[in-house]
Every structure is written in C-alpha cells, then in structure tokens.
C-alpha cells in the first residue's frame, strides 16, 4: 500500500481571519452546531479571531467542532504586547492552531525559524498545529515551487520526531489561491500534496506520511470541494472565504464525507 492510498479522516477547518466579532461568532457557531452535531465522519474546526474564542469555545462545546487559534507567540508569558501565547489558547478549550499562515508571513514578518519555533510551542502547550505552506504566483512561474515548499517544511518540521508529527496537519495554500477566487486545479493541487507526501516518506517511516494529513487552502468552495477532495492525497480543506457563511461551510464539510 502506498501512503496515498489508506483513507485518512478528513479535516475542514475554517479560518474566519479577522471577520466576526463575538456576537456574529456566536451566531455563526449556533448554525454550524445545529447542522454538525453528531456527525462523525469529518473532523471540523473553526478558527475565530481571539477575542471571539471564549464565546464560540461555550456555543460549540459538545458539538465535536474543534476550536483553534488563527496565530500563537512561541513563549508561554512574558512581556510581549499585543500577542497571545499557546497556554493561553489551550486554558480557553483551544486545540488547534494555525501556524504559518501566508498572511502573516508576508504582512507580520513570520519567518521560517519564526514558524518552526510557532509549531514547537504549540506541541509543548498540547495545541495540535495546522502549519501551512505554498508558494507565491512569482516562485510557481519561476518553477520554484516545489523548493519554496520544501524549505518551509524542512524549516518548519525538520527537529520533529517521527513520534511529534502525525500531532501536526500540513495545509498546502498556494499565496496566488488565497481569497483570489483563483483556486488550484485538483491536479495542481495533487501534485504538491504528492510531493510534500513524498518529502515526508523519504525523511520518516511509513506511517508518518500515511497519516499525516494534508489540507488544500485556497478559494476553496462548496462548487469545487468535491473535485479537490477527491484526489488521493487531498485530506481536506483549510477554508477562508466560504467559512464565514454557515451553508457555504456546511457545503465544504458535505462534500468531504
Ligand atoms: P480563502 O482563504 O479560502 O478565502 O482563499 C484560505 C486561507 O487563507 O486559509
């Protein structure tokens, strides 16, 4: 069996970037409640922005929808303004957190050693880390994609053990995909979800790249979920645009069951 082949769970995750204040949190989570309760076949998570977490950590407890952070400073406390730490996150009932994100790598100076130290913290604060990567339009022209890809794993993941890693999920978003309604052709996609695969089954033993899973972040709709969700190696999405509005999210977790 290649790692491709085996089945893994697959994982929605909604990132509502910085939309939706506490009150249209908490409405947003009540609809998302009423539709995803109960349901067992897809893991799903939403990542409110920090103040609105404690009120749609409180909607959704027992719902089985996860709650993450969208960010995390690596450092547990200290003089650091304006940020939030791990600890803090995992006290309020959060599980998961965004890490890498391209955003905050091109608008809030997030290096590589500065996401590697992110996902670290996260491992020691009992966060499960969703660690995105991809490439810039200019680097894919220049066919630099696949290398641009690597060295954010590498530089990311490289100091993990086999044992830390099936903790991490991988969300591949291409910088050019992201909020441009451009989304990756499934077969664009799959090919980097099969090289990122690949690069984890040349480092790791085999039931570190079966596992591990890999989410595709990037336009993602409920009209292009399903052709996205099929390819061998897509294990989900990690969505922006369409997690804001209950039934286009709704859409995206359907097509992946
Ligand atoms: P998008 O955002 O779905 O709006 O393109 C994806 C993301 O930034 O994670």
Redesign the pocket.
């Known amino acids: 069996m290649t790692p491709s082949e085996s089945r893994r769970r697959p994982f929605i995750a909604g990132?509502w970037?910085m939309y939706k204040g506490p009150a249209e949190a908490d409405a947003l989570a009540e609809a998302l409640k009423r539709t995803l309760t109960g349901q067992a076949q897809v893991d799903v998570a939403v990542a409110p922005p920090f103040l609105s977490i404690p009120t749609v950590v409180a909607r959704l407890r027992h719902s089985g929808v996860h709650v993450a952070g969208q960010n995390l400073h690596p450092e547990p406390s200290g003089a650091f303004t304006g940020e939030i730490s791990g600890e803090m996150l995992r006290q309020v009932g959060v599980t998961y957190c965004?890490v890498g994100?391209?955003?905050r790598r091109a608008l809030f100076g997030d290096t590589d050693s500065f996401v590697e130290k992110k996902v670290h913290a996260c491992l020691r604060a009992g966060l499960l880390p969703i660690l995105?990567v991809g490439e810039t339009l200019d680097e894919r022209e220049a066919g630099q994609a696949d290398a641009v890809v690597s060295r954010q794993l590498a530089a990311a993941l490289g100091k993990l053990s086999s044992d830390q890693l099936p903790s991490v999920t991988i969300?591949y978003?291409p910088v050019w995909?992201?909020?441009?309604g451009r989304v990756a052709t499934p077969a664009q996609a799959q090919e980097m979800h099969a090289t990122i695969r690949g690069w984890l089954a040349e480092r790791y033993p085999a039931f570190v790249p079966r596992g591990m899973r890999i989410l595709y972040?990037?336009?993602?709709k409920g009209s292009n979920a399903a052709g996205l969700l099929s390819q061998p190696d897509i294990d989900g999405a990690?969505?922006?645009?369409?997690?804001l509005v209950a039934e286009d999210f709704l859409a995206i977790v359907a097509a992946a069951k």
Not at 217 to 220: E, L, N
Not at 238 to 243: K, T
């Open positions: 990132n970037k965004i994100h391209s955003e995105c969300a978003e995909a992201i909020g441009t972040g990037g336009s993602v990690l969505v922006g645009g369409a997690s």
